[in-house]
């Protein structure tokens, strides 16, 4: 049973215009969340993180917000660029009692961004 | 910067076969992980390692396990290969204390 659910598979947005990209998760105890960005043939990098002790953070054009009340997520680009589109990962970890770093992946996200 | 080197890009192999594939990574990291990317269902976790000859199953470790000889190399073996492991695999490494994993490039495995 997944954990952490990201339910559009696909997202497509015009050059310029805002990014929402959207995460659940299911597990309360999870504590840390990250977001990671994948192009075709390549590995996923990490983007963006947020703790549960943050509703929001931060990073140039990214943004992630935390609703701990809601168990969801959300990654906001802005403002979206050609070079954005790849497949968007949530993943989440229960930092508290599990040391060893293993995180639960959502799906994915394909996000197109067009001219 | 890290780096985590996956040993093929692509490979195919038959039914019944012995498979291994390798991952290095250089920046001395204690865990590393063996992910399968499969569409609609994310990055799943087939084993990880948080030591030298250390292991742990993930969610999904039946038809695989795993040797890590050295710290910076682990290896996913698939012990009698079968269809339904064709699949694109990550391999991952991390310090321990809330440091995001890196991820080497995958290997796409296919199984005739």
């Known amino acids: 049973d997944q954990q952490v659910k990201q339910n559009s598979p696909s997202l497509s947005v015009q050059e310029g215009r805002i990014s929402i990209l959207n995460c659940d998760y299911t597990?309360?105890?999870?504590?840390?969340f990250l977001w990671y960005k994948k192009y075709p043939a390549e590995g996923p990098t990490f983007l963006i993180s947020i703790s549960s002790i943050k509703d929001k953070n931060e990073d140039g054009r990214f943004t992630v917000f935390l609703n701990k009340s809601a168990k969801h997520l959300s990654l906001h680009i802005v403002p979206s660029q050609p070079g954005d589109s790849a497949v968007y990962f949530c993943?989440?970890?229960?930092?508290?009692?599990?040391?060893?770093?293993?995180?639960?992946f959502g799906a994915g996200t394909q996000v197109v961004v067009t001219p | 910067d890290v780096k985590v080197t996956q040993s093929s890009r692509y490979l195919v192999k038959r039914t019944g076969e012995k498979v291994f594939l390798e991952c290095v990574q250089d920046?001395?990291?204690?865990?590393m992980f063996w992910y399968r990317q499969d569409p609609g269902l994310g990055l799943r976790l087939i084993y990880f390692s948080y030591d030298v000859k250390m292991k742990e199953k993930g969610d999904i470790p039946e038809g695989y396990s795993v040797s890590r000889e050295k710290k910076e190399r682990f290896s996913l073996i698939l012990e009698s290969a079968s269809t339904n492991q064709t699949s694109m695999y990550l391999c991952?490494?991390?310090?321990?204390?809330?440091?995001?994993?890196?991820f080497g490039d995958g290997t796409r495995l296919s199984i005739l």
């Open positions: 993943a989440a970890s229960d930092m508290t009692t599990d040391s060893w770093g293993k995180f639960q």
């Open positions: 920046m001395d990291h204690e865990n």
């Open positions: 597990n309360s105890m999870f504590d840390y």
């Open positions: 991952a490494s991390r310090s321990p204390g809330g440091q995001p994993q890196h």
